[in-house]
C-alpha cells in the first residue's frame, strides 16, 4: 500500500485517548497488529498525556515482581467481561 494512502487511512483513523488507554497493555506486550501499532504511536506522538501515561504504566509494570497468579474462577471471569463490554459501549 502507499505510503500517502496509508497515512490518509491514519488521519481518517485517529486514535482517541479513551482506545489508546484500552491498548497501552497490547502496545507493552507488542501484542497490537502492525496498524493498530502505528495509530497507537502516531496518536502518542502528538498527545503528551498519554505519553505521560504510558511511562506511568511502564514504571508501574516495572516494580511489580513476576508471580503467577491464579485463573479467575468462571463466574468471576464472566462477570468481569460483562463488565469491561458494558463500559465500552457508554458514550
Not at 497493555?25 to 502505528?38: H, K, N, S, V
Not at 502516531?42 to 497468579?69: F, K, N, Q, S, W
Request: include cysteine.
Amino acid at each position: 500500500m502507499r505510503l500517502s494512502l496509508r497515512l490518509r487511512r491514519r488521519r481518517e483513523n485517529p486514535l482517541a485517548c479513551r482506545e489508546f488507554v484500552e491498548l497501552v497493555t497490547d502496545y507493552l506486550d507488542d501484542a497490537l497488529p502492525p496498524e493498530q501499532r502505528a495509530r497507537f504511536e502516531a496518536h502518542m506522538a502528538g498527545c503528551d498525556g498519554c505519553t505521560g501515561y504510558l511511562e506511568d504504566i511502564r514504571m508501574v509494570a516495572a516494580t511489580l515482581p513476576e508471580t503467577d497468579l491464579p485463573a479467575a474462577d468462571p463466574a468471576t471471569h464472566a462477570t468481569l467481561l460483562k463488565a469491561f463490554r458494558e463500559l465500552r459501549d457508554e458514550p
